[in-house]
């Protein structure tokens, strides 16, 4: 079974700052099926990103993923005051869905 | 496009079934190589996978979940539903039903069941 472990659990940075957010898989099952995705208070989870790094439709570009063996990272280059918010990683490893347990970013 | 909502008691006792149905717009859930999900979330808590069911009747369910739980098709062609058996209060959260195969690529709103006496 895939655990993924994300960090900092939060990070509370400024508008305008860069966020770098971690997902580590556990089993190394590979970025094809991991996913980053953003939930604002009150709000359904929407996905930004697929395959590691793959935009979903109508993602600015100030988010961004990427991939270095088993650590995914999820960076917002500048961040903008509707990015303040809770970031999930998820993984398909074949049989079932895991997701790691959320980062929190918040507002300075 | 493709929207989904979730409908279904907000409030179910415990011992009892929660059922859910998830209304899919502007499409079918039995064609186009889909697969369909329920996730939920415990009030402040993470996001935790049900289960998918694809367009064809194969489902695929969490093992920590599996024996509670059956995703089905609906009678028309826009729904799928959710069953869990034999509730309790650790099963209060909000239900979301989802599209996606291997990522959750539309999400509906949610719908949040309570359990309780």
């Known amino acids: 079974e895939s655990v993924l472990t994300q960090s900092p659990g939060t990070l509370i940075l400024s508008p305008g700052e860069r966020a770098t957010l971690s997902c580590r898989d556990s089993q190394g099952i590979g970025g094809r099926s991991l996913a980053w995705y953003q939930q604002r208070p009150g709000q359904a989870p929407r996905l930004l990103i697929y395959s590691a790094s793959t935009r979903a439709a109508g993602i600015p570009d100030r988010f961004s993923g990427s991939e270095s063996g088993t650590e995914f990272t999820l960076t917002i280059s500048r961040l903008e005051a509707e990015d303040f918010a809770v970031y999930y990683c998820?993984?398909?490893?074949?049989?079932?869905?895991?997701f790691g347990p959320g980062t929190k970013v918040e507002n300075k | 496009q493709v929207q989904l909502q979730e409908s279904g008691p907000g409030l179910v006792k415990p011992s009892e079934t929660l059922s859910l149905t998830c209304t899919v717009s502007g499409g079918s859930v039995n064609s186009g190589s889909r697969y369909w999900s329920w996730i939920r979330q415990a009030p402040g808590k993470g996001l935790e996978w049900i289960g998918y069911i694809f367009y064809t009747g194969m489902t695929k369910y969490n093992p920590s979940l599996k024996s509670r739980v059956t995703i089905s098709m609906g009678t028309s062609e826009s729904h799928f539903s959710l069953k869990v058996t034999s509730v309790t209060a650790a099963d209060t959260a909000v239900y979301y039903c989802?599209?996606?195969?291997?990522?959750?690529?539309?999400w509906g709103q949610g719908a949040l069941v309570t359990v309780s006496s």
């Open positions: 998820q993984q398909f490893d074949g049989s079932r869905w895991t």
């Open positions: 989802v599209q996606g195969a291997t990522y959750a690529m539309l």
